[in-house]
Each structure stands twice: as C-alpha cells, then as structure tokens.
C-alpha cells in the first residue's frame, strides 16, 4: 500500500477511472429513468450490463495499479475514457430529448392582459387615465378578462369607474361608440378579433397603453391515462403572428377531433368548421355562438363544448401554432401529399405579391410553406392570382379535408427519420409550436404504439393509412345568418354573422362512430362492401348524407306587416308581446308595424318568453273636417270693411250679410245653390266682380 501511494501516477489514473465511470454511470442512469414506460425490460438490462462493465473497468485499473503496469493502466484508462465519454453522450441526448418532449406540456401558461383605448384618444399611458370609464368582464374566473385587470388596477391604483360587461363583443363595441374610454383585453386580441365582421381592423383603430403578463402554473390540466387504452385527442390549430405558442386565449382556426383504439389500431378523425353554431360551455346559459369563439376562454372551454357537442370525453389536447408547421414540414424535408386542386395562397405571414405561394394539383412533395397554405386554404384569390390558380372551389369543409392531408402525411414522414439532427430540428420546432395537456410519460407511450404498429404490418407498407384504419368523418348541415346575440348593445346595432348549423341526425352519426371506436358502446367496426364492376366505388362518409331536419327559428322582421301575424306569431310560441301606438294619418299604414324592439335574424331559442318584444304599430286617426274656404271682397271706397263668405258649391240655404245697414241683401229667392253673392253697387263706380278662392 506503501509502494501505491508512493506511485502518485498510477493512484492518479486510479482515483480518475472511479470518478468518471461513477459519474458518468450515475447520469446515464438518470437519463434512462426518464423513459418511463419505454421498453422497460431493455433499459434495465442496459443498464445493468453497463454498471456491470464499468465494474470491470474499475477492478481491472486497481489490479494493474498494484502490479504498477502502467501501459496496461494507461490503456483502461483510454478505454474507460471513451465508454464514459459515450454513455454520457447517450445520457445528454436522452435528456435532451426528454426536455424537449416535456417543454410541449403544458406545466404553466402565459396568460396577457392590457388597456386599449382608440387610437385617436388622447390618453398615451396609465397615468392619463383619470376619471375615464373602462371596461372589464364579469366572468371572475377568467384570468386575463378578470384577474390580471384587477391586479393591473391594484398596482396602479387606479379609481375609475369600471363598467362591467358579460362578453367582450359587447365591450369593443361601446369603445369604438366610445361610450367608455377604455377596456381591458387579451393582448392578443388584434388577432383573437380578426375574423369577427366588422371588426377585422381593431388593432389600426385601437392601441395599447398598458401590458401586464401573468404564469399560471398548471395543476390539473396534465392528463396521466395510459395510451394502452383507446383515448380522444384534439388537435387545435391557431393562426398567430409568432411561432411561439403562448397564452390561452387563442382562435379555434382549425379543429379536427381524432379517436384512437391502439388495441385495434382503428382511427375516427372529424374536421369542426369554425363557424360551426353550437351551445358555448362557459358563455352565460350555454348561449350559441360560432365554436371557434369558445376559444377566448382558452382550451378548457373549447374541450368542453365539443365533449357536450358529441357527448364523448376528451382525454387530450394539442394546440399547434399554424406557423410551426412551416418548420416542422421543412425539418421532416417536404411531406407527400396529392394536392387535390391547383391554388394560390398568402404564405405564413399573410403576404401576397412576390412572396405569394402558388401550389399545383396532383401528387408531389410540399415543403413547410406550401403544406401550411393547403392547410389554411378556404378562398379563391382572383385579385392576387390568374385564373389557373383560382379555378377552384373551397370553404371550411375543405379546409378541413386538406388538413387531414396534411396531418397524414406528416405522420407518415415522422417513419422515415433517420438523422439525429433532422429528429431534434423537429423536436426543437414542436418544442415551441406545440402544447399538450399530455405528460411527458404519455407522450413517450406513444413510442409503444408506434412499436405495437410495426408489430403487427404484415405487408411491409410504409403508407401510415394502410397501417392504421383511419376513418374520415363529416359534420353535415346548411349555412345560417344569424344575429349574434352578443353583439346587441343599448343602441340596438346588430351583427349578422354567418354561421354553420350542423344536423343532429349527423352528430348523432358522428357520436356513435366515435363511441364504438373508444370502446364506449360494445360494436365493433365492420366494413361491408357492395361491388358493382359497372359502377364506380364510392366510400360511404358517416355524417355525410341528407337529414331531413327542420332548422332553426329565426326571428322574423315584422315591419311593414299587419300586427295580426305578429300576434299569430308570438302566440304559437308562447313569447310575450307589447304592442306601443303611433298615430297617423295615412289610412293604409293602420295596424301595420313600425319598428321592433329585438332585431330579426336572433336565433328564437334566445328570445326571453317572459320579456318578450315590443312593437311601435300605427293606428290611423282620421283627420278633423276641413273649414270653409273664404274669400274676401274688395274694400271700396266710402264703405265699411265688410267680408263675405262665398258659398260652397253643396250649400242649399242663402248666407246672408247683415253687418251694415248699407249692404244690400242677396235674393233668397233665386238660384239657391248657385246664386253668387251680389256686390252692393256705389254710385260712380263699377260693380267688382268676386274672387274666388281655390
């Protein structure tokens, strides 16, 4: 022990070997507890075996360093080096990976709240804010509608009179009537209002004085289920300006709702059109509305609408930030998709002119720009492209369709990775696009599945649609205007919005597909075929037929028809009604309706039966009799000023003039109905005849 100790060379390699491949040991294993779920059984062995061989290692230096072989100590030493070296490398990328997995879950949110006033206000920062009205919404449970805004009015001490609104539609629409000075909005709301009609232009009319972010840790959202078990996912697609998805307040651009049964490798995906009119969980009374607007309220309530609306649960969410795709497509190196229709459209920043992306039919391999503008198409541009770029028809359900697409195709590319760096330029693109209420430990479950796939192909297909039974859903219904309730405000504006009304018989259909796939309802799915070779083969849709359903009421316009159909009306549906008078004067205007308290185009489910409407009717009022018309004689000369009523035409009985002794009376006796007044005659001076008055 003496002669070791002396040898401070060998003790020096000795103490040096123990330390990295402990080290070194202690962080791979580390790295490898990570992979919860992930080939257990391997990772054991493989760390064993490498415990075990660094063992060897540190035994076989202690031997040699006793013999005082110091080539031999030299070469384990080398050797010690590299294996440390290495699983140290496996260990960073493990971890690597991991971080960039665990940054999609979402373990906190970035909530962002600010005062808007007009543009051509006056008030420039929160100190100009003195005895101004602003606006803030009821609803307390929403953190950058409610919370952040009394945090904002706290911090800053603020004494304003704040008035409070149930919606923020109703908000925006009394700043720019400017009858309050300010509000409080989602800093992002240029862009959460931009697909509102009339409000396509809020941010060049609006600007911000005040900004004030807040993290919110998640607590609850993270979702443990085992993926061994069919699951419900839904995936969210937002249009933002930034790569980075951050903030819950977000627009439903795209939402397509996918069932997976890993046990028999069955799929149900279901494209929602944004404009699709259904109950809103967290709007006041379930009020209906377009389903993208549940997004305002964040993911929770656009969860929850759409597990009302089909009456399934849903396990998971993915909110991905439409310009995420871009990178996403390009670090996978294009995606094959056959293009269903030649098109032009705005690339990832809504630019046309040179940077517009032009995109040709048919089968070919789109890079990230490219595959992002089909997944947004939905309108033809002729006042930017040619008509061989615009020779197509398109709209949500399309839009939808071409998502799907692209959804698949990028699916079947993720097989095809085999670059390191091509996977963490990937990874690196999700990290920041991507958000999940998924752990860590159930995204990397999905390693299982994809092994489960690859098990059981039997026919050595790369084409992901052959090796999972993907089954396309569509939502059916026709198109509806209908005034949003929300937008009504004091002045008795309205906005008339389109809107999709979807069929129940089709959510019905839709329902029951989705159960039988997750297992909810003891079917199975089966797949019958009727093959005529003189007919061609057309795939049978679920959801997609005609439904013979009766549609929603709209409120009618009853101005300008008698008041009897607004009562007929009224009376059949047990909704109250208050009639106000308008006198006037024009017989054929009676009983007809002037005006109305509650605009047409309202969804009738919406009207308060007690409350009712009101209607301004007129009721004719026959005028008073018309006076007789006078005509006053000439004054003459060296008489009184007498005046004499001409008779009317139906005047049977002589009028006579007794005012002064000098006039002469009239002959009662001759032509009692024509007979005119005769002038009194003066000496010199010739008789004047009588003006007649029109």
Not at 92 to 98: E, S
Not at 162 to 191: G, R, W
Not at 400 to 429: C, H, P, R, W
Not at 519 to 532: A, C, L, P, S, V
Request: hydrophobic share 35%.
């Amino acid at each position: 022990m003496k002669k070791l100790t002396n040898d401070k060379i060998s003790l020096t390699l000795l103490i040096y070997n123990i330390i990295i491949l402990a080290l070194s040991i202690g962080y791979f294993s580390y790295s490898l507890l990570l992979l919860k779920k992930i080939e257990t059984i391997l990772r054991i062995g493989i760390l064993i075996f490498f415990i075990l061989l660094s063992i060897m290692f540190t035994i076989s230096i202690i031997k040699n360093t006793f013999k005082r072989k110091k080539i031999k100590i030299l070469i384990i030493t080398l050797f010690a080096t590299l294996f440390a070296t290495g699983i140290i490398i496996i260990g960073y990328n493990i971890n690597k990976i991991y971080s960039a997995i665990a940054n999609i879950s979402a373990t906190s949110q970035t909530y962002s709240a600010s005062i808007i006033t007009l543009k051509t206000s006056n008030i420039e920062t929160i100190e100009d804010i003195k005895n101004e009205k602003i606006g803030i919404l009821n609803d307390t449970e929403s953190i950058d509608g409610y919370q952040i805004p009394h945090e904002i009015i706290e911090e800053n001490k603020l004494q304003n009179e704040l008035v409070e609104y149930s919606n923020y539609l109703d908000m925006i629409n009394d700043l720019l009537d400017e009858k309050i000075n300010a509000i409080f909005l989602p800093t992002n709301y240029s862009i959460l209002f931009a697909n509102i009609e009339g409000l396509e232009t809020l941010g060049e009319k609006t600007k911000i004085i005040y900004t004030k972010d807040k993290n919110v840790k998640v607590q609850t959202t993270l979702n443990t289920k085992n993926l061994d078990e069919p699951f419900t996912i839904l995936l969210m697609g937002v249009d933002s300006e930034k790569e980075q998805i951050k903030g819950s307040s977000f627009n439903g651009d795209s939402l397509v709702l996918i069932t997976f049964n890993p046990k028999t490798l069955n799929a149900t995906m279901l494209s929602i059109p944004r404009d699709t009119y259904t109950p809103i969980s967290c709007f006041a009374g379930q009020r209906k509305n377009k389903i993208t607007h549940a997004a305002w309220y964040g993911e929770t309530c656009m969860m929850k609408t759409i597990e009302n609306m089909f009456d399934i649960p849903i396990d998971y969410y993915i909110k991905i930030n439409f310009k995420g795709v871009v990178n996403i497509v390009d670090a996978l190196g294009g995606v094959d998709v056959d293009v269903p229709y030649s098109f032009c459209e705005s690339n990832s920043n809504r630019q046309f002119g040179k940077n517009t992306i032009y995109v040709k039919k048919g089968q070919q391999t789109l890079n990230g720009e490219q595959a992002l503008a089909l997944a947004r198409n939905r309108h033809t541009w002729p006042q930017y492209c040619s008509k061989e770029w615009t020779n197509y028809n398109s709209n949500d359900f399309v839009r939808g369709q071409n998502q799907q697409l692209v959804i698949q195709a990028m699916l079947n590319k993720l097989k095809n990775i085999n670059s390191v760096d091509t996977f963490y330029e990937m990874l690196n693109s999700i990290s920041e696009s991507m958000e999940t209420n998924m752990s860590t430990e159930n995204i990397l479950s999905f390693y299982n599945i994809a092994k489960d796939i690859l098990i059981k192909n039997t026919s050595n297909t790369t084409d992901l649609s052959s090796l999972i039974g993907f089954e396309r859903l569509y939502l059916s219904g026709y198109d509806q205007t209908i005034v949003d309730y929300d937008s009504i405000n004091n002045t008795g504006s309205k906005l008339a919005l389109y809107n999709f009304v979807p069929y129940q018989g089709s959510i019905n259909d839709i329902s029951e597909a989705m159960k039988i796939n997750l297992g909810i309802k003891n079917q199975t799915i089966t797949k019958e075929y009727n093959f005529d070779i003189n007919t061609p083969y057309e795939e049978t849709i679920i959801g997609k037929k005609t439904y013979n359903e009766k549609g929603i009421s709209i409120l009618p316009s009853f101005i300008g028809r008698n008041v009897i159909e607004a009562q007929s009306y009224c009376s059949t549906r047990g909704i109250a009604l208050t009639i106000e008078k308008i006198k006037t004067s024009t017989e054929n205007l009676d009983n007809q309706v002037a005006k109305q308290s509650l605009p047409s185009g309202m969804d009738v489910e919406f009207v308060s039966k007690s409350k009712g409407i009101t209607l301004s009717v007129y009721e004719y009022e026959k005028p008073k009799q018309q006076e007789q018309n006078t005509t006053t004689e000439p004054t003459i000369p060296g008489t009184p000023n007498d005046t004499q009523t001409k008779p009317n035409d139906n005047q049977k009985d002589n009028e006579k003039n007794d005012d002064s002794e000098d006039n002469q009376k009239t002959d009662n006796n001759q032509n009692n109905n024509n007979q005119e007044p005769t002038t009194p005659q003066v000496p010199g001076i010739p008789t004047q005849p009588t003006e007649e008055t029109e």
